[in-house]
């Protein structure tokens, strides 16, 4: 990486050397690699740009945490036009840029960022589009400090990062605003049908992507909605449900079938759908929830994570939720208890905030530095007056004949590190403590259903983890013609992930269906 050295020339003008662009001292030039003197279009573009040592890092407003504990919408604003141009200018151009190499579906940053910087607003979504089925998704909720942003090179000079994923939210809101999203046409209709298993990320940019190309796409669910977790996991204030629900009606739109309410194992089997369809592409995600070990944990007020997040989100989509209004999955009024350190553990505790809870805890067995969850996440909470108990571990559950009344905790030590290199928590003999709770949400992760069981296929194979294996260059599962990818394939992952797996469904489905193409005709 190169390094980056500031200069200031002899007109008071701050430039720099760095990988592609070099300024020197010389009054008024600026230099790219191999000393070769930029001019015209190249210099103005490099005077447009790099203004990361005049311009300071600044993310969309973000409202007070007084304010949005009163409600499930985002937090953050949008950017204003001027402020999107300005964040975008602070992009250095790189030689290398490790941002597009970090992000997992490789956008075209640097070329987005410059177009805004620019004002080319509905270039910059194209190019942006080109690459992501969901960007105003990605642009909101990756975590971007680990992914795009964490290899921003001007971050390693100290100036922080530019604002990425922000600027990516801007313009594909902006193109939706102003009717830049084109609807979903095929060129031209193929007669071969898909099957997708499941409307989460995976499954709605494998839909994209396939009917884009003339493919007949049917995607079943098992929820009454699609959209997966981005629906009933991810709440409101880190999401807004209409984001997700306009990609669904411009795939509806465009051709693609959505069979809801529909559980594949129970309204039909894999066969049944091979059968039907020239191809399969499983996306149903991770959602057997670990279990707590500890004593009373099956008292009543203990719940799964899920169930409390899908019975909020439910609530705010209109829906009518039994045990929400019965209180059972509802935190108004109680000291609440969250056990985990991911962003589901976040994403619980700021739920049972809005929800009007009298206290909340989260209980993580190591130190906030390892904790799985997003920082910002984490900062957003502690904001909000989530108290966090580091180090500390649930021994039992306290109740009476009412269901639970608290925790009893373990403070934790980090010990040696264990085979995968993280320090194992070890328990602080003697040093239990009590926190009141009357609802305790156990946020411990998520494994793999048995889909071979569920499915009615016990020839799919799948690795000891219970994931479904999938070839890593063909994403062909053990059966022929049936692919798989996201959460089901990749263990709980992220948003992202999701999204690039079910982009590359699209061309190694293409592919098998090319193939298999002229036997098809000669069997018609
Ligand atoms: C609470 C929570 C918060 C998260 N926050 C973030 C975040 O901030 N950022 C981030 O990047 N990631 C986050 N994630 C992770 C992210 O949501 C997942 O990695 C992603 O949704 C996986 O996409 P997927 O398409 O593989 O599966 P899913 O989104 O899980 O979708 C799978 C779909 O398959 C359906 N299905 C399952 N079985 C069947 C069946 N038998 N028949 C029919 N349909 C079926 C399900 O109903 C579901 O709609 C979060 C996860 C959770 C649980
Ligand atoms: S998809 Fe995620 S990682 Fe990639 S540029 Fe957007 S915010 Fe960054």
Redesign the pocket.
Known sequence: MGRITQFRDPVDKVVLKQDRFVATPEKGRIYGPFNHRLTGGARAMAERMLKFVTVARSTPEKRAADARTGDFHEIYADFIDAKAKEQASRCSQCGIPFCQSHCPLHNNIPDWLRMTAEGRLQEAYDLAQATSALPEVCGR???QDRLCEGGCVIEQSGHGTVTIGSVERYITDKAWEMGWVKPLQPLQEKPQSVAI???????IAAADGLRARGYQVTV????DRA????IY??PGF?LEKDVVERRVQRLADGGVEFKLN????RDASLDELRAKHDAVFI?????KARELTAPGAGSKGVVK??DY?IASNRTGLGDSVPEFESGELNADGKDVVVVGGG??AM?CVRTAVRQGARSVTCLYRRDKANMPG?MREVSNAEEEGVTFEWLAAPRSLLGDADGVTGVRALRMRLGSPDASGRQAPEEVPGSDFDVPAQLVIKALG?DPEDIPG?FGASELKVSRWGTIRADFRTMMTSLDGVFAG???VRG???????VRDGRDAVDAITAWLEAKAPALAAAE
């Open positions: 909720i990756c975590p298993i499941g409307a989460g990320p995976a499954g079943y669910d098992r929820h959209g997966g977790l981005l996991g991810i880190k529909f559980e594949v194992g996306a149903t995600g991770v959602y994570a899920l997040l962003d589901t994403d997003s998520f569920a996201g959460d089901i709980a992952s992220l948003v992202v992930w999701a």
